[in-house]
């Protein structure tokens, strides 16, 4: 399956303008020979023969040079500054063309939505799946988690096997693994068999988030055209939130089991996003192929598997020896991660990154936004049923005003590029989702959602500021060759911290018997870790005169 979506390929080695092939043309020959001529300066022998030869634009190294001939002779030709080769007889060939901006950007941000879609779906329709499965409460929180599970596992090796193997091909892989996991998410009648299924979308998830980015950096170049772009597709995460709550809230109001439909929607959308990529992308890969990482990979997953677990099941007892050895399997796979990285010639994630201060701020907001915003948000909608009984889809209408304005918001926010640094932007993103917050608080305990409205309003704008920054700064504070790595290591804190984040929440909002001061308590502890998530990226600045760590 996987070469059938294989096209000519795009490298950093060669000019995004296109290369021109240029062939000599010579007598045909009874037997001829082939070879391969490494050095482009090898000089012309004397035999005749036929010549043929890539030249890279300007800024790009030569391609190899491939050459046949009757002799020992090669073909004689110069290149010209525009990545031509010319010789005597010479006919120029074009080069697979270079890839469509627009059509990248439609794409990646189509199947970005789906992803987020099938991502925000169990947020309105967690009281009737928990009614089908007979999931108890303490189970709740793994039909939320299976997904960021897959996704804060496997981003990291995805966007280091779209780097080395091809962003297309990953990307293309991706969009099918989700339409096909989604479908069979909809037919599991178990919390277990629903959870399996949500952790392989989460991870199917991964590999388009991580090469999405990766397209965008090949396709549009660094400057204001990058930074529209991402701040585009950030706009289109905003999207895929809003979207997915809504349909799955409409489709569950048809019948008990909508939620079922919901999932078809989804899997069906997948596909024909899949079908559209075939044709619309370029492939394109770093200009060096390493190995996998797998001894690195599987030390990640496990530790993210183990920490992740810890704190699904901490909200029974944090001090239960479970919790305690899965944390501490956890803390020992980390540091055996880091040893893997430190000894191996390709590493999964280049340890030398986290001396970037831009990275570290780019890491640092996006593990907020996961564990303050996202956690909140991600159990809010079932609070909403539970303490003042609205429908799914009344709840799914509300929960539109904060995830639209997120949308809109993230859509407008490019006009700030080259105004506002992206640092900034994520800092008052945090603060403005402690005031929406905090201007919540007191609203179900007054049984009102009206009360929630400006509270929700602001809260969104915040995120809109958080999801258009936290792209933008993912790729500019790592080389363009790291690209897919940079945007893997930024979208797995952001899942890890949801994942850390819905646990929290929901331990919190159940700690007491009334709900509606449980979510209460929930809202004060969000907003007081969007201030920290506030104060720890302004304090990771580069110092005055310090360049990037190259």
């Not at 005597?88 to 063309?97: D, E, Q």
């Not at 489709?251 to 899997?267: D, E, H, I, K, P």
């Not at 407008?412 to 932007?425: E, F, K, Y």
């Amino acid at each position: 399956m996987v070469s059938s979506f294989t096209e000519p390929v795009q490298t950093e080695e060669t000019s995004r303008r296109g290369n021109e092939i240029v062939m000599a043309q010579a007598q045909p020959t009874p037997q001829p020979t082939h070879r391969t001529a490494q050095r482009p300066e090898e000089p012309p022998g004397t035999g005749t023969g036929t010549g043929a030869a890539a030249a890279a634009g300007p800024g790009s190294r030569s391609a190899q040079a491939t050459e046949t001939g009757t002799g020992t002779g090669t073909g004689a030709g110069t290149g010209t500054g525009t990545g031509a080769r010319t010789g005597a007889g010479a006919t120029i060939v074009h080069a697979p063309a270079p890839p469509h901006p627009a059509a990248t950007l439609a794409v990646t941000s189509a199947a970005t939505t789906v992803a987020l879609m099938n991502y925000t779906a169990p947020l309105l329709t967690l009281p009737s799946m928990t009614a089908a499965f007979g999931t108890p409460l303490s189970g709740q929180a793994w039909l939320l988690n299976g997904a960021p599970l897959g996704l804060a596992a496997v981003l990291l090796i995805a966007g280091s096997l779209a780097d080395d193997f091809g962003r297309r091909r990953i990307f293309l892989l991706g969009t099918l693994a989700l339409g096909i996991t989604t479908a069979l998410g909809g037919l599991t009648d178990s919390t277990l068999l629903f959870t399996l299924a949500r952790v392989a979308q989460g991870a199917a998830s991964a590999a388009i988030i991580a090469s999405s980015l990766g397209l965008l950096v090949h396709a549009f170049p660094a400057g204001p055209a990058r930074i529209k772009a991402t701040g585009v597709w950030g706009a289109f995460v905003s999207a895929g939130i809003a979207l997915g709550p809504l349909l799955a809230g409409g489709l569950n109001g048809l019948n008990g089991s909508g939620w079922r439909l919901t999932y078809g929607v989804l899997a069906a959308a997948a596909l024909v996003t899949a079908g559209f990529a075939v044709r619309a992308l370029t492939e394109s890969r770093a200009a060096r192929r390493n190995r996998p990482d797998v001894p690195g990979a599987l030390a990640l997953a496990l530790a993210f598997t183990a920490l992740l677990s810890a704190l699904t099941l901490g909200r029974d007892g944090w001090l239960r020896a479970p919790v305690l050895l899965l944390l501490l399997a956890a803390v020992v796979l980390v540091a055996l991660f880091a040893v893997v990285e430190r000894r191996t010639a390709a590493p999964l994630f280049d340890l030398g990154l986290l001396r970037r201060p831009l990275f570290g701020a780019a890491s640092t907001g996006a593990l907020f936004t996961g564990l303050a915003v996202i956690g909140l948000m991600s159990y809010l909608p079932s609070l909403l049923q539970q303490t003042i009984h609205m429908s799914a889809l009344g709840a799914a209408w509300l929960f539109l005003l904060w995830s639209g304005t997120a949308f809109l918001v993230a859509l407008q926010v490019r006009r700030l590029s080259g105004r506002v640094a992206a640092r900034h932007q994520l800092a008052l993103g945090f603060v403005l989702h402690t005031a929406g917050a905090l201007g919540m608080l007191g609203a179900l305990d007054a049984g009102s959602w009206v009360r929630l409205v400006p509270g929700l309003f602001v809260a969104g704008v915040g995120s809109g500021l958080l999801n258009a920054a936290l792209p933008r700064l993912s790729v500019e504070s790592v080389p363009a060759k790291s690209a897919a790595m940079g945007s893997g290591a930024n979208n797995t804190a952001r899942y890890l911290g949801s994942s850390a984040g819905v646990a929290l929440i929901i331990a919190v909002a159940t700690s007491v018997a009334d709900p509606a001061h449980g979510t209460d308590l929930a809202m004060l502890v969000s907003a007081g870790l969007t201030l920290l998530g506030a104060a720890a990226v302004l304090a990771l600045r580069e110092r005055r005169g310090q360049s990037p760590t190259p």
